[in-house]
């Protein structure tokens, strides 16, 4: 209940500086919030008779085709809400925005290992395996790639002063001395000795 709460009270916190539309997509992302924890819900009662019924009837055997595909398939569509409803939550929250592109992502590279786990290679043509399999590769590297601008964002983040992503240098744009650490270049800028540091 812990989420709920923050929920909740984060909602009623913002509440009164938000805009209209602003009001309408938290009511939505509410609502939304509620009908995916009664699909998990449903899901888990669902897997749980599932099992149980192959448990009393003997025919429980993970080994199986049919058995791991029941069991797993079920698996896979509770992981799939979950994630939905994690996003939703962080929407709820106010710690995201309505579209999150990661976990559009995520949850469609599970939707596609549901497939496969649920898929009768025997009965399915070779080219449907193929575009699948083909959709996964493509998800992955694009999965990769989001993660991976995400990581080197926060190191230059962590790198700069402040916190905050240093802006890349122009074209002949040159950062100042004390930023570098280094001291005036041998021969320019340096002062002339006068006479009685000579002496």
Known sequence: MAPWRGLFRETRRAWPGMTFYERFEQAVALVFMGIIAVVVVAALFQLVADVFRLVVQGTFNPLTHQSFQLVFGGMMTLLIAME???????????????I???????????????KFIVLDMGATAPATVGGLAAATVALGVVYWLILDGDARLARRR????GGEAPPRAQPGEHRAEGERGEGPPAGR????ESGAEKG
Not at 101 to 111: D, F, G, N, W, Y
Not at 158 to 161: D, G, I, L, T, V
Not at 189 to 192: A, E, L
């Open 189 to 192: 800028g340096s002062p002339p």
């Open 84 to 98: 939905f409803g994690h996003s939703i939550l962080r929407v709820g929250a106010r710690r995201g925005s309505v």
């Open 100 to 114: 999150q592109v990661r976990t559009v992502i995520l949850v469609a590279l599970l939707a596609l290992t549901r």
């Open 158 to 161: 962590e790198a700069a002063p």
